[in-house]
């Protein structure tokens, strides 16, 4: 089993007690799994440490110093989801209640959105790619550079406006390709990294 990336999962609750999941990609394919492997579904950070140290993947350098995603990743979802406030004032003139659900379930949706900008970020860390994201669903991605096979730079109408883009990485895996990303970053320092990502896959050739 050949692995391309590990994907270590937890949340608020969860890492109250110190537990996460781990999650494997590889190569081999299992039924049911396409090339995804759980291996830890409940484990500590030491136990996790141990299961990447088995497959020769060294500990996370610490203290990592991530580099945040722009702001322009919650400004834009919370500009979208703004607009569901008018049929939602419109549906509480007839039923009154209806409003203040929706009124929270919008609130509800933008504070979730923040609190997950607070903790998206990213960080090269040696020959790997590290990536942060999630508040409620946490997730840590280990990127071996040496399995990245694509870096695909994207703009669109709202990146352009607050001067961003969005790296799409791909790698290979038993289901045939698998993709991680970086949304809303300064488009200069998303098309350095991209440079880097493929000229160190390039360089492994």
Known sequence: MRVQAAIIGSGPLR?????????????GKDEGSKGDHMVAPLASDAEIAAILG???????????VWSKVSAAYAWGFSAAVSLLVI??????????????????????????????????GYALDGDRLLIRSGW?????????????????????????????????LGVASGRGYSRHGIPA????????????????????R
């Open 15 to 27: 890492q109250r007690f110190g537990w996460s999941n781990l999650k494997l990609q590889s190569l």
């Open 54 to 64: 088995q497959i020769g993947w060294r500990p996370i350098n610490l203290p990592v």
């Open 87 to 120: 049929p939602v004032i419109i549906q509480s003139l007839v039923m009154p209640w209806t409003g203040v659900v929706g009124l929270l379930t919008v609130a509800g949706l933008i504070a979730t959105r923040w609190l997950g900008w607070l903790r998206f």
């Open 136 to 168: 409620w669903r946490r997730r840590l991605i280990i990127l071996p550079l040496i399995s990245i096979q694509s870096a695909d730079y994207r703009e669109n109408i709202v990146s352009r406006t607050f001067g961003t883009a969005s790296l799409t």
């Open 185 to 204: 970053v300064d488009r200069e320092r998303a098309r350095n990294l991209r440079n880097r990502l493929l000229a160190s896959y390039a360089r492994t």
